[in-house]
């Protein structure tokens, strides 16, 4: 641009110089007798022209000067815009990795949010089970109290058993001896004499074995203070009953009726048997219209046996071999 400038400067000069000459050579010799020179003579037209001239060229080189700077400041801007550009691709790459990570925080957060989900769902599944494990607690809690309250129950029912079983035996010692000194036995029945000692203590004596009713008989399922009197039964029931025996391969203990003044549709009812142990096989059976019916036995231990009754009548006790299961 410099060198264009210069160039177009002696150009100028050149010209401006040529113009002056022309201007000098120009005089009009013709008009020499008015003593003036023309308006618009050749001098004067150079000068004009080299004047425009030279404002055309200053104006040129004012232009030149403007298109300079303009294209200056083109280049600065192209060189901004540049710079824009790549500050704008690094924004919008920095954009990218900031939304990669926001997509990848999005998904930790969904994942923690189902974990934390899971996490709750089996905090409330441990809260149910140790509420239902509190709740089994404290049901076995209420039965191992039930428990303890019934075996305190049993245990003084055993000492109260013990208490009656030793009573039972200190009578029976009494009627043994009674037996022994009234003198044997009774007629072809075999029946043991039964004297007042044997009444007084509800019982009956037959070959050495003596049964008797102590009380507390279970009517219809509940406890009570009811006792059922026990008795001689005649001499061909004793028959009879010796003979079931035989049929049974067994030996006949004693058998005696047995009545009271309370009706009842069931009763469980403690016999005192003496001989008896807790191994023995005691069946009982029960005359009933006539024929010898066997009756269930609850219950069979030292000189006891628990027998369950649906009516008064006359009842056997027979030791057998086996023992049959009976359904009443």
């Excluded at 048997?273 to 005691?282: E, F, K, P, Q």
Aim: hydrophobic fraction near 40%; charged fraction near 20%; aromatic fraction near 4%.
């Amino acid at each position: 641009m410099k060198r264009i400038l210069a160039l177009m400067l002696v150009c100028v000069m050149t010209i401006s110089g040529s113009i002056c000459a022309l201007a000098n050579d120009g005089t009009d010799t013709s008009s020499a007798s008015s003593g003036s020179t023309l308006q618009g003579s050749p001098s004067a037209d150079a000068e004009y022209y080299r004047q425009k001239y030279i404002k055309a060229l200053e104006e040129l080189v004012e232009a030149e000067k403007n298109a300079a700077a303009a294209s200056a400041a083109a280049s600065s801007a192209r060189e901004e815009a540049a710079n824009a550009r790549s500050d704008a691709a690094a924004a919008r790459s920095e954009a990218d990795a900031a939304n990669a990570k926001v997509e990848e925080a999005t998904a930790a957060l969904s994942v923690a949010r189902a974990n934390l989900d899971q996490a709750a769902a089996e905090l409330s599944a441990a809260t149910e089970n140790i509420r239902k494990e509190a709740e089994k607690n404290s049901e076995l809690q209420k039965k191992l109290d039930k428990l303890i309250a019934t075996n305190k129950s049993q245990s003084a029912k055993m000492s109260e058993l013990a208490k009656e079983a030793s009573d039972y035996q200190r009578k029976l010692a009494m009627v043994a001896n009674d037996l022994k000194n009234a003198g044997g036995r009774g007629g072809s029945s075999g029946n043991d004499v039964r004297n007042q000692a044997l009444i007084r203590n509800n019982a009956v004596s037959y070959g050495g074995n003596i049964v008797a009713q102590g009380g507390h008989v279970e009517i219809n399922g509940g406890k009570s203070n009811v006792t059922f009197i026990v008795g001689v039964p005649d001499g061909g029931t004793m028959t009879s009953a010796a003979s079931l025996a035989a049929n049974l391969k067994g030996s006949l203990i004693n058998c005696v009726t047995v009545t009271s003044s309370v009706a009842f549709r069931n009763a469980r009812v403690n016999f005192y048997v003496s001989g008896v142990t807790a191994g023995d096989n005691i069946a009982v059976y029960q005359l009933q219209n006539g024929k010898w019916v066997q009756l269930p036995t609850a219950e069979i231990r030292q000189d006891h046996v628990v027998v369950d009754m649906t009516r008064y009548g006359t009842v056997a006790f027979i030791r057998v071999p086996v023992l049959a299961s009976v359904s009443y």
